[in-house]
């Protein structure tokens, strides 16, 4: 299996990419996802090429912005928010491409705004304010916004992907959560958007949504380019290190030749190492 870790990982504060690299050298791993959570760095390309020598993907706000109050939002009716957003996004690309990533993953957004002054840490999400657009002109703010990053992509030659959604806790805020939301999707992109597959997003989309989360790996497994794994406690998505038994195993083989990344938050080395354990020993017992 090729094995990705999320730089998220370490500690719930904003952090240094440079130290969680490092903290990563060494380990079992085919490369990293670049996530959300670094501080803004000028010297990012530099640092990053200096720092690491296996493969890499990238993560929606890698790399950060100065301004710490910014939220990407591809689907918003703001104008202003909306086209900022794919402007961070396209030039999210180009960074991806300059350092030798293979993907660049962003989010669909939402149909309300996030409070940034009430985050709900034990979810790592936002919490969102009462108004919010139909789903409808989201939607099409999403498609529109894609249109134009699909360009930036084939440009820069690298692969974009849009991440899966799903929340038990904030429904009706995400887009891409539905099957009929993907089939709309590819009706409207055959090529250029592949499927970055949050497996506890899906999973809480498919419980909300009535479908499962093998019958949606099944109908979009020619678009899945990466799948991200998580453990939780099936109502919240935590973002917490594998144990045995898992959910996640339920799922892993039917994507064998996917580069599966190990999303975590506020997690140690060793609970790093012993989820690498874990997922090596899953897959070669599955290979026999």
Partial sequence: MQLFISTTFYQQTATNVTEVLRKLKGLDIDGVELGSTHIYRSDIEDVIKKEWDKRIVTHNFFPPTKDKNFVMNISSNNSEIRNQSVDHASYC???????????????????????????????????????????????????????????????NKIKLAIETEGSLTKPGVLLMETMDEYDQLFSC??????????????????????????????CYKDYICLVEVSHNNSKIDQHRPLIKGSFVFDHLSFLPDVPHILEFRNSSIEQIEDSVKLIRTYSNQDGE
């Fill in 189 to 218: 992109f055959p090529a250029g958007i592949h499927i970055n597959l949050n497996l506890s997003h899906t999973r809480f989309a498919s419980i909300e949504h009535g479908y499962t989360v093998n019958e949606f790996i099944n």
């Fill in 93 to 155: 690309l180009k960074v991806a491409a300059n350092i030798g990533a293979e993907v660049y993953t962003v989010h669909p957004g939402f149909m309300a705004t996030p409070n940034l002054n009430d985050q709900v840490t034990n979810t790592y999400d936002f919490n969102f304010g009462s108004e919010k657009v139909k789903k409808e002109i989201a939607f099409s703010n999403m498609l529109e916004s894609i249109t134009r990053l699909i360009d930036v992509a084939k440009e």
